[in-house]
């Protein structure tokens, strides 16, 4: 786990640990990028990154890392599903889009490891687990090897990564949300109910809704596609900025605004950087037991 460090170990499969600095870091995606320093020019073979776009669910994988400090560890599994959107704990509301689940068991200790084809390409890098007591329960997750191949370039030149922003909250509609607001029951679309202040969607004039006394929201922005594409969740709007969008570019938004529907552009902003973390708090009585949810594997 890199953190907050400037510099890390690295040990190799062959025992050898050498000292490398940290070039880059995007907790957003749980990337880093580090760099070993006093590389001598031993013969070392780099692991080749695969396509992921390419997977299919039922595919054979393996995971390899240092579950609970065991070095070297391979677990298999398959892919149990693609284009997961998995919240990150660590930065906050954020999440991870089109992230990879997988039933290879996947430990503390798992994260940063490469989960591989059977043919040995790096398809993914693990990360989290879903689980409720801290250990593997037959679901893991792992960061698609075309996000890293995207994200990592500029990692290296820039020492951050900027992921656009449109700066809403939403909830993907159902039934009662879409009868409410006028639209056919099984209309598809994500009801604004949060819009960031100064943001893209703040910038372009988009309108939240409020919640009745039921908690259903009325009266807002319904988004129903991005640049033309169907959008009937939430997942369906941050992987498409994620995987074709930059900082600066724009995006139309095919929106229904009181039963009209009208096109917005917005100009992609980039994300506010994390929260710092809290401070722990400091007792005399023993910890209590881990909180279900997708805790990172350390």
Not at 11 to 35: F, H, S
Not at 148 to 169: D, S
Not at 263 to 277: E, G, N
């Amino acid at each position: 786990m890199v953190g907050q460090n400037k510099s890390v170990y690295v040990t190799l499969t062959d025992g050898n640990t050498y000292n490398a600095k940290v070039v880059g870091v995007d907790p957003y995606n749980d990337l880093a990028v580090v760099q070993i320093t006093d590389f001598t020019g031993e013969n070392i073979v780099p692991l080749q990154l695969g396509n992921s776009s390419q997977l299919e669910v039922g595919q054979y994988v393996a995971a390899i890392g240092n579950p609970f400090g065991l070095a070297d560890t391979m677990t298999n599994g398959i892919i149990s599903q693609l284009g997961r959107s998995l919240n990150d704990e660590e930065t906050g509301s954020f999440a991870i889009p089109d992230v990879i689940q997988t039933s290879a068991a996947i430990n503390p200790g798992n994260s940063g490891g490469p989960l591989l084809s059977m043919d040995g390409q790096v398809i993914g890098m693990n990360t989290a687990i879903k689980t409720d007591t801290g250990n593997f329960a037959g679901v893991g997750y792992a960061i698609p090897s075309n996000q890293i191949a995207r994200i990592v370039p500029i990692l290296i030149k820039n020492g951050t990564y900027q992921h656009p922003w449109l700066g809403i909250e939403g909830r993907n509609l159902t039934p009662d949300i879409a009868l409410a607001n006028g639209l056919e029951r099984n209309a598809k679309g994500v009801v604004i109910e949060m819009i960031s202040a100064n943001s893209s969607a703040y910038k372009a004039g988009l309108e939240a809704a409020t919640d009745d006394q039921d908690g259903i929201p009325h009266g807002g922005d319904i988004i129903i596609s991005v640049d033309g594409h169907p959008v009937k969740s939430v997942y369906d709007i941050t992987a498409y900025q994620d995987d074709y969008k930059s900082v600066g570019d724009t995006m139309s938004l095919g929106i229904d605004r009181a039963g009209k529907t009208i096109d917005v552009t917005v100009t992609l902003q980039a994300r506010p950087p994390p929260a710092p973390p809290t401070p722990p708090i400091q007792t005399a009585y023993p910890s209590f037991p881990q909180i279900p949810g997708f805790p990172q594997v350390p």
